[in-house]
């Protein structure tokens, strides 16, 4: 669960962490109001989960609480784009040449608005840092990163520049240490008026992600004020969903969420469905064969649109759910089926998906490769059926590559 950056810094609060105060207005007059009790000089920032929203318009520093009431009726006005296809249509102003794809993927890209804004008391502020903590699965650790270049896509940071970054590993068991601290701080290169700040705040920071089960704590910037302060201007804060019995809390930050609609009937369904930025749905039996699935369509040199796991059973009921979520995606050009019967088998398998496909009107291309229990049954009663979207593999490859060629002819 993506939280609202007003939303991360009410969770920093309860840890100690500095941020600045603030104020959620739905409205010019609610950010008026705010304003007014701020002080007058105040940012307004919109609430939205998109990357960039500064350069899209969603943030603006003004003087008056009649300039923050102006500035907010702009922000909620603007319709904002996820970051991938900003970042193409960055590209493409500064002359590049872009393909087809990329052209559809702005063409698609759904209009994202702001409901409210953040109104805050703006600072003075003398120097910009980034700092994170995420999990390291393939360390099987928590990461903390640091960078004095803070305010920038720590992305072009790591790619120009890496030792721009410090990173230090933490085992989850030993917790933290000021050794991790200090070694972020000084490996940073931070302003030396910021660190012992930065040395206060790293533990907090480090606390609120562990106990909150967080995923990411992200900070940029993390700020050196002009009284010396170091403060969290920024917070980018990921909750671990599968922790949510262990957080009441939980619940009334996801109702403020406005959860989209394909995420939504997923749910309805009970599917384990993750949303992507591709156009070749996925479906597979097995979380592990799903992520493997993903990375051979990326082989194959094409984009997942999706994660959906349909779990043990593959039955005409669950696959028609899993077809009806994908294909409700108008991005989505092609869906590639990735069964393996092991105690499933696959001739049962291939009459759910000819039951599916004869209750849905499935528009795009379905790709499906069975293997294991009763696979040349299957691939037999799939290869004997007239319906003209359906098209059969022999191998993952094979039906990875196929996918991805009809994702890109539009059939």
Excluded: W
């Excluded at 939205?48 to 009649?66: F, I």
């Excluded at 102003?93 to 794809?101: D, V």
């Excluded at 700020?223 to 939980?250: E, Q, W, Y």
């Amino acid at each position: 669960m993506n939280l609202f950056e007003y939303q991360g810094k009410e969770l920093l609060r309860r840890f100690e962490v500095p941020v600045p105060e603030g104020r959620v207005a739905r409205s010019p007059e609610e950010a008026r109001d705010a304003a007014r009790y701020l002080g007058g000089k105040v940012v307004v920032k919109a609430q939205v989960q998109v990357g960039a929203r500064g350069k899209q318009g969603g943030v603006e520093l003004v003087d008056s609480p009649d300039e923050a009431a102006a500035a907010t009726e702009r922000i909620l006005d603007v319709e904002f784009m996820e970051q991938n296809a900003f970042a193409l249509v960055q590209r493409r102003s500064r002359g590049a040449q872009l393909t087809p794809e990329d052209e559809e993927r702005i063409s698609k890209a759904a209009p994202i608005k702001a409901t409210r804004v953040l109104v805050e008391r703006a600072g003075d502020i003398a120097d910009e840092y980034y700092c994170a903590f995420l999990v390291d699965r393939s360390n099987r650790a928590f990461l903390g990163m640091m960078s004095a270049q803070g305010g920038m896509d720590i992305e072009k940071v790591a790619e120009d520049d890496p030792s721009a970054i410090a990173r230090v590993h933490i085992d989850p068991l030993l917790g933290i240490s000021d050794f991790h601290a200090r070694r972020l701080v000084f490996g940073a290169r931070i302003n030396p008026d910021a660190v012992k700040g930065a040395v206060a705040i790293i533990p907090k920071l480090y606390r609120a992600f562990v106990e909150m089960d967080a995923s990411q704590i992200e900070i940029n910037p993390l700020v050196l004020t002009g009284d010396g302060k170091v403060v969290a201007l920024d917070a980018k804060v990921t909750l671990d969903d599968s922790a949510a019995f262990r957080h009441p809390i939980f619940d009334e930050l996801k109702a403020a969420h406005e959860v989209p609609e394909q995420e939504r009937l997923a749910k309805e369904k009970g599917l384990n469905f993750i949303k992507l930025e591709g156009n070749v749905g996925i479906i597979g039996n097995g979380a592990g064969l799903v992520m493997s699935t993903l990375d051979v369509v990326n082989a194959a040199g094409g984009e997942p649109a999706n994660f959906l796991d349909v779990g043990g059973g593959a039955s005409a009921d669950i696959l028609s759910a899993g077809l009806e979520v994908i294909t409700s995606n108008p991005e989505v050009r092609s869906v590639f089926v990735n069964i393996f019967g092991g105690i499933t088998r696959c001739d049962l398998v291939a009459e759910g998906i000819l039951d599916a496909l004869g209750r849905l009107e499935v528009k795009v291309p379905l790709v499906v490769r069975l293997d294991g229990t009763n696979a040349e049954q299957g691939r037999k009663m799939l290869a004997d059926a007239p319906h003209p979207m359906l098209r059969t593999a022999n191998t993952m490859l094979g039906a990875a590559e196929l996918a991805v060629e009809l994702s890109r002819a539009g059939i």
